[in-house]
C-alpha cells in the first residue's frame, strides 16, 4: 500500500517537482483473546509499525513464531476491530481468539509489547530465549541449494516486490523452491513483519516445505529474523545484506545456514555451507 507525495527533486542542478510513491506505516496493535479460569479474558500483545495490509497473516506469524502457537489450529478467530481511522480509512486493530493457553507467557509478551518497524523485537539480547521454545537443531540434510539459484535470489526479490518496485522503501521476505520458483512473496515497511506475514501465509495455505525451500531477505539478517526462520523450521536463510553477530551465533547455536551479502556473482556463508551446492 502506497501514497502519492509532492516532491522536490534535484537533478543535474535543477529542481523539478514531481509525484513520489511513498509506502504507508501504520501502528497495527495485536490482542489476544484467550480463557483463563472459564473467564475470556483480552491482553494486548503488541504494537507494530506496519504497512496495511495481510494483517491477518502478519498475526497468525507472529504467533506462531514467538511460540504462543504450536499449529494454526489453536487460533479459533481473527477479526479486525475498531474503527476506520486516520487518513487511510483503515483499521489499526487486530484481535486472534486462541483455543490453548498452553505456552502463554503474559508476562513475556510485555515485555516486548513495544515493536517499531526497523528492528522488531530489540529487547531480545540473549540466544538463551529462543532456547525456552525450541529445543531441537535443524536436520542438516535440508535443503540443498544450488549456488547458482542463491545468487538469483535479489533478482527474484526485486522481480515479484510490487511495492518495492513503486515505492524503494519496503522490505520483503520470499519463500523460494529448490529449483529457483518463488512460492509466495511478503513485503512489510519492517522486515520482521514481512517474515511474519510470510511464515503466516505459508502455514495457513500449507506450503510451507523446509525440505526443499529456503527464504530470502532484502535487507540484513538480525537476531530475531533468524529466530522466526528457525521456528518454521527454515534450514536456509539468505539476505542482500550482512547479519549481525547474535544472527550468525543463533544460526550456529541451531544448525541454520546463513548467507549475506547475496549478489547475483558472490555472497558470503557464515555458518554450515554443507547445504549449499558449490560446483567445483
Not at 537533478?11 to 489476544?32: A, F, V
Request: hydrophobic fraction near 35%.
Amino acid at each position: 500500500m502506497d501514497i502519492k507525495y509532492n516532491v522536490s527533486k534535484y537533478k543535474n542542478s535543477k529542481i523539478q517537482e514531481i509525484k513520489d510513491s511513498i509506502s504507508i506505516e501504520e501502528p497495527l496493535e495485536m490482542r489476544l483473546r484467550f480463557k483463563k479460569n472459564d473467564k475470556w479474558e483480552t491482553q494486548n500483545i503488541s504494537i507494530t509499525m506496519r504497512t496495511p495490509g495481510n494483517d491477518e497473516d502478519l498475526i497468525r506469524g507472529f504467533l506462531f513464531n514467538e511460540g504462543i502457537i504450536e499449529n494454526l489450529n489453536k487460533i479459533d478467530s481473527i477479526e479486525q476491530k475498531g474503527d476506520d481511522v486516520g487518513d487511510y480509512n483503515i483499521k489499526n486493530t487486530i484481535e486472534a481468539t486462541i483455543n490453548s493457553t498452553k505456552n502463554l507467557d503474559i508476562g513475556k509478551l510485555k515485555r516486548n509489547f513495544l515493536t517499531n518497524s526497523s528492528c522488531g523485537v530489540c529487547g531480545k539480547t540473549s540466544l538463551d530465549s529462543i532456547e525456552v521454545i525450541k529445543k531441537d537443531k535443524l536436520d542438516l540434510s535440508f535443503p540443498l541449494i544450488k549456488e547458482e539459484i542463491v545468487m538469483k535470489s535479489p533478482n527474484l526479490l526485486i522481480n515479484k516486490q510490487s511495492e518495492f518496485a513503486k515505492t524503494g522503501g519496503i522490505h520483503a521476505s520470499a519463500l523460494i523452491e529448490k529449483n529457483g520458483e518463488v512460492v509466495t512473496i511478503r513485503e512489510d515497511v519492517g522486515r520482521h513483519n514481512a517474515l511474519d506475514k510470510l511464515i503466516g501465509h505459508a502455514l495457513n495455505n500449507k506450503i510451507l516445505d523446509p525440505k526443499k525451500q529456503f527464504i530470502a531477505c532484502s535487507g540484513r539478517l538480525n537476531f530475531e529474523l533468524v529466530q522466526k526462520g528457525l521456528m518454521a523450521n527454515i534450514g536456509l536463510m539468505a539476505g542482500v545484506g550482512a547479519p549481525t553477530s547474535l544472527a550468525i551465533d543463533l544460526a550456529k547455536r541451531f544448525d541454520m545456514t546463513l548467507l549475506g551479502f547475496v549478489k547475483e556473482e558472490s555472497f558470503n556463508i557464515y555458518s554450515n555451507i554443507k547445504r549449499v551446492i558449490i560446483k567445483n
